[in-house]
């Protein structure tokens, strides 16, 4: 059964950085895409960023780009998202997500979810 876990959230003053992690385990995730996603009070879940197997491959929301950064483990089952330059906007619960093959932006195409982690920016 796939599990997909993330930490790292919390509260942290505006200008600060977290650094959030997603581990899934229960399968071999080769040719996956691992992808992050927010979701904040009373609003849609959107797109923060993803990134391919290979870790070749990366995108990024435009609110987010320049600030976040996703890494990816050589075996290819955690993905980490590095935020730094936090805004009260990026206050939301952050989800990690898998896909089999290409990276995408809907949250529909994504086959597992994590529980989420909080995070809170103060400003």
């Known amino acids: 059964q796939v599990q997909l876990v993330e930490s790292g959230g919390g509260l942290v003053q505006a200008g600060g950085s977290l650094r959030l992690s997603c581990v899934a385990s229960g399968r071999t995730f080769s040719n996956s895409s691992m992808g992050w996603f927010r979701q904040a009070p009373g609003k849609e879940r959107e797109f923060v960023a993803a990134i391919t197997w290979s870790g070749l491959s990366k995108y990024y929301a435009s609110p987010v780009k320049g600030r976040f950064t996703i890494f990816r483990d050589n075996a290819g089952n955690t993905a980490d998202l590095q935020m730094n330059s936090l805004k009260p906007e990026d206050t939301a619960v952050y989800y990690c997500?898998?896909?089999?093959?290409?990276?995408?932006?809907?949250?529909?195409?994504?086959?597992?979810w994590g529980p989420g982690t909080q995070v809170t920016v103060s400003s």
């Open positions: 997500a898998v896909r089999e093959g290409l990276i995408y932006y809907s949250a529909s195409k994504y086959d597992y």
